[in-house]
């Protein structure tokens, strides 16, 4: 344990010192409303509406990949919900010398769960349509900046986020 304190210190001032230095990207307005953009579409409006597109597109044949993203997003969900229960860690920007970009949707920093479900939904759309892995891979990874780049989330939250949105939605291949 006692090795293990100066290792946990230094990234958690590796994680404090990235937050603050994404964040300086806010001071451009174009930044803050690209930013903002995503964070607003990631909060489950784009995925939503790419559930809506496969069913108009594919119809019955999407059916099962539909069911399947909105059951690992349930599950998403609880996970999310009890992680952030249990953590209680601070936003950055009540910790650190940070902009608020965005309004939270809800108090605690850990996990991201923006992250979460866009790499669980990531992961589950593209088992089943291959060709949208570039645009949902891209969507997914400025998802995640955005909660840094917002001043909402530490980098290591929104890593905790995709490692257990991956893990989610590993599972429910399993099941």
Known sequence: MLLLDPTLARLQRCDA??????????????VLHFFRAVSWLGNGIFWYSLMLALLLQHG???????????????ACTLAYRTLKRNTVRPRPYETLDVVRGA?????????SGHTLHAVAFTLVACAYYPALAV??????ALTAASRVVLGL???????AG???GALLAGISFGI
């Open 153 to 159: 989330h530490y980098p290591s939250d929104v890593l």
């Open 103 to 111: 309004v939270p949707l809800d108090v605690f920093s850990f996990p």
């Open 162 to 164: 995709a490692a257990v």
């Open 60 to 74: 019955a044949a999407a059916a099962q990949p539909v069911l399947h993203m909105a059951l690992v997003g349930v």
């Open 17 to 30: 010192w990235l937050c603050v230095r994404m964040n300086k990207a806010l001071r451009y307005p174009a």
């Open 135 to 140: 645009p949902l891979g891209a969507f997914t």
